[in-house]
């Protein structure tokens, strides 16, 4: 089944202390991006790469970063979480150009920073 | 500064009716626009999309409309069904940027 599979679906953390959630698709998709969800706020990007080792700042990209290192990987680390980053986060992919299909999001994961 | 704006955070139609979302955005350089559904608990799904060249794209029950010369697009869905219940989003492309959202708009199907 074609999807995007993020992980851990929940966190609970404590402020600074390092993480790393994971995403995988498995689409041969060239794009990848990470979103979170805030009250109000609706979708704002994080990270974004177009293709591997290839990676650019979205709107909100502080205290966070990204890696690619493979085409079906790329996962966001939070080197020192604070509470501000308390969120719902998504990660989707496509192709490159593919927005006529829409992205493919991933089923999100509830990060709790205290 | 918002560049996609939803100003309805929720809408509710009766089940049979016609279901209107609309969108408005401010940046001139998006050529691509999508429509996102979102349930509880999942990530959005893809509904529809239209490129800027265009300016009504049909799918089913799903019609999205785009008025360049006002910055709107809208969101028909004919007829609503309790199913079509969820926060749809609104989202924009300039080119290889990635998606811009909207924050959202609530649509609740009464029977």
């Known amino acids: 089944e074609a999807q995007v599979t993020q992980n851990p679906r929940y966190l609970i953390t404590v402020t600074g202390k390092k993480l790393t959630v994971t995403c995988s698709q498995n689409?041969?998709?060239?794009?990848m991006s990470w979103y979170r969800q805030d009250p109000g706020l609706g979708l704002r990007q994080i990270y974004y790469?177009?293709?591997?080792?290839?990676?650019d700042k979205g709107d909100v990209p502080e205290g966070y970063k990204v890696s690619r290192k493979e085409k079906r990987n790329f996962p966001l680390i939070l080197e020192s979480p604070s509470p501000n980053q308390t969120s719902l986060y998504f990660c989707?992919?496509?192709?490159?150009?593919?927005?006529?299909?829409?992205?493919?999001f991933g089923s999100g994961t509830r990060l709790t920073v205290v | 500064d918002q560049q996609v704006k939803q100003n309805s955070p929720s809408l509710s139609v009766q089940e049979g009716r016609i279901s209107i979302l609309n969108c408005d955005y401010t940046?001139?350089?998006?050529?691509?626009f999508l429509w996102y559904k979102k349930y509880p608990a999942e990530g959005p799904t893809f509904l529809i999309s239209?490129?800027?060249?265009?300016d009504k794209n049909e799918d089913g029950r799903f019609t999205v409309f785009l008025n360049k010369s006002a910055k709107h697009l809208s969101l028909h869905i004919v007829p609503s069904q309790p199913g079509d219940s969820a926060v749809y989003f609104c989202?924009?492309?300039?080119?290889?940027?990635?998606?811009?959202f909207g924050k959202g708009t609530h649509l609740i199907i009464q029977p």
């Open positions: 239209i490129s800027s060249i265009k």
């Open positions: 989202a924009a492309s300039a080119g290889a940027d990635g998606l811009t």
């Open positions: 689409m041969n998709h060239e794009y």
């Open positions: 790469s177009m293709n591997v080792e290839v990676t």
């Open positions: 940046n001139s350089m998006f050529d691509y």
């Open positions: 989707a992919s496509s192709f490159a150009g593919g927005l006529n299909y829409g992205y493919t």
